[in-house]
């Protein structure tokens, strides 16, 4: 069982940045594509970035293209999202999840694991 915990979200003014983290507590991390999700209230989940298990294939959903950056450091079990030129729009609590054998998808059913969610609002 892998455990996710993220850590980083919280206010922000439309244009600004935030950090987001999450920290695995498996030894296999590595072998894990990450993948990042967020929700708002009243929608749906939605896919925002994942990156392969060795950070050479990132993907991204068309709204954050451009804005976030997801990488990986494997020796801290980590997985970052960096969250630029903020909009309103993207204010929703943001998940980690975790999925095996090594590819990212944008699909959130083939994830194993997910963590337990940071909010992240953005004023404008």
């Known amino acids: 069982q892998v455990q996710l915990v993220e850590s980083g979200g919280g206010l922000a003014q439309a244009g600004g940045s935030l950090r987001l983290s999450c920290a695995a507590s498996d030894r296999t991390f590595s072998t894990y594509a990450m993948g990042w999700f967020r929700q708002a209230p009243g929608k749906e989940r939605e896919f925002v970035v994942a990156?392969?298990?060795?950070?050479?294939?990132?993907y991204y959903a068309d709204s954050v293209k451009g804005r976030f950056t997801i990488s990986r450091d494997n020796a801290k079990n980590t997985v970052y999202l960096q969250m630029d030129s903020l909009k309103p729009e993207d204010t929703a609590v943001y998940y980690c999840?975790?999925?095996?054998?090594?590819?990212?998808?944008?699909?959130?059913?083939?994830?194993?694991?997910w963590g337990q969610g940071t909010q992240v609002t953005v004023s404008s």
């Open positions: 990156i392969n298990w060795r950070g050479g294939r990132t």
């Open positions: 999840a975790a999925k095996k054998y090594y590819s990212g998808s944008y699909n959130g059913d083939e994830y194993d694991y």
